[in-house]
Each structure stands twice: as structure tokens, then as C-alpha cells.
């Protein structure tokens, strides 16, 4: 059970409340810091997940920045790219800073990994990182300059999913498909992952952005 020293934050935060707090420390933090948050933010990934990915793992297009996160961490599930709308707020810096690592040469950085449960080890790997100075330190870090003490960046995956969650044509496939958790044992023999859910999720957020955006 994670150990939290403010205890486990439940109570959501808006759109317009994240974006508040992200103008507020924009002087703060660098680019690299500021497209590391809007990762977290908008795909609810854990944090190892954000920060490890290379350039080979990302594409932009016209209209989308896509990443591919692989097989999820802690037994998850194998699931698509998740396509993110470019007309996003916070995107245009993921976008610099992909570009940015494509242009970089190849760096060393060490990796954690963990093949089997209770055993972890540590690799040094070279390649164009897509966030190459940021570590599991750095990442609590960039949540608690934007957020707050109190705050640390697996609440950005609660706050993502249980948003997907309450949209009320929500269902366990587009959790899945989203997030890559496999928490009901029952079920997840049967669940498929479904591209079309994953791509709903993202409707759904592009419709809260815009209702936030409306009441400003």
C-alpha cells in the first residue's frame, strides 16, 4: 500500500483548476518539467511509465501527438497508442519537447525494472529520451511545484481515470483500454481492449476541457 505524508488525495481536480496551477508555476519549471505533467495529466500513466519512453514511442500528425506506452507496468494489459488532439491545452508542449529529443544525440540513463514480482533491477540503457533529466524524484517533484506538497503523481492517474469513469457511458473496457489495469480478476479473462473505448475516453475529456473552458 502506497505511503502517502498527507494522506491519499480523493477529491478531484477540475480542468480549469489544473490549468490555473499550471500558468501559476509555469516560471518554475522548464519545458521538459511542464510536457512531463501534461503527459501525466491527460494519460494517467504511473510515472515510470511517463518519464521512460523514447522517441522511437511517439509520432505527431497534423492533428494528434501520439504515444505508445506499451504493455503496462504491474502485469498490465497491452494496450493501443493513446492519440492525443494537438488542440489540446498543454499538448503544443509535448509537441516541442518530442521534437526536441528526436533532435538530441542518444543518452545514458538507468531504468528500473522489475520482470518479476518482489524483484527489481536496475539497467543503464542509451537512447533519445523524450524526458531525459527527469527521474522518479524529479517527477514528485514537478506534481508538488504545480499542485502542491500534498499532491504526487499517481493522483494525476487517480483524478484521470475516475473523470473517465464518470462519464456515464463509461464501461470496464474503456478503463481498461486506457489505463491497462486488470483489477477485476473476474472479468479479466473477457475483457478485450477496444481502440474505439480508448478513443471515447479521449471525446470525453475533449468535452470536459471545453465545458471548463466555457465557464471561465
Known amino acids: 500500500m502506497p505511503h502517502y505524508k498527507y494522506g491519499k488525495k480523493e477529491e478531484l481536480l477540475s480542468f480549469q483548476q489544473i490549468q490555473e496551477k499550471v500558468e501559476a508555476a509555469r516560471k518554475r519549471l522548464t519545458l521538459e518539467s511542464l510536457a512531463y505533467f501534461w503527459l501525466l495529466y491527460y494519460t494517467g500513466v504511473r510515472k515510470s511509465e511517463g518519464y521512460e519512453r523514447i522517441t522511437e514511442d511517439a509520432e505527431i500528425t497534423d492533428s494528434l501527438f501520439i504515444i505508445d506506452f ?63 533529466h527527469i527521474n522518479r524524484t524529479w517527477a514528485a517533484e514537478i506534481v508538488k511545484r504545480v499542485l502542491g506538497k500534498e499532491y504526487y503523481p499517481h493522483f494525476l492517474r487517480l ?58
Open 70 to 132: 506499451h504493455q503496462r507496468k504491474k502485469h498490465g494489459a497491452l494496450v493501443p497508442a493513446i492519440k492525443l488532439p494537438r488542440d489540446f491545452p498543454g499538448v503544443d508542449l509535448l509537441c516541442q519537447q518530442f521534437l526536441r529529443a528526436q533532435q538530441r544525440k542518444p543518452l545514458r540513463k538507468q531504468i528500473t525494472y522489475s520482470p518479476e514480482k518482489g524483484r527489481k533491477e536496475t539497467k543503464h540503457e542509451r537512447a533519445r529520451w523524450i524526458f531525459p
Open 159 to 216: 483524478n484521470r481515470l475516475t473523470e473517465i469513469g464518470s462519464d456515464e457511458k463509461a464501461n470496464i473496457t474503456r478503463l481498461k483500454s486506457f489505463s491497462g489495469i486488470r483489477s477485476i480478476k473476474a472479468l479479466e479473462a473477457y475483457l478485450g481492449v477496444s481502440e474505439k473505448e480508448q478513443d471515447a475516453a479521449i471525446d470525453f475529456m475533449a468535452r470536459q476541457i471545453k465545458l471548463d473552458q466555457q465557464k471561465q
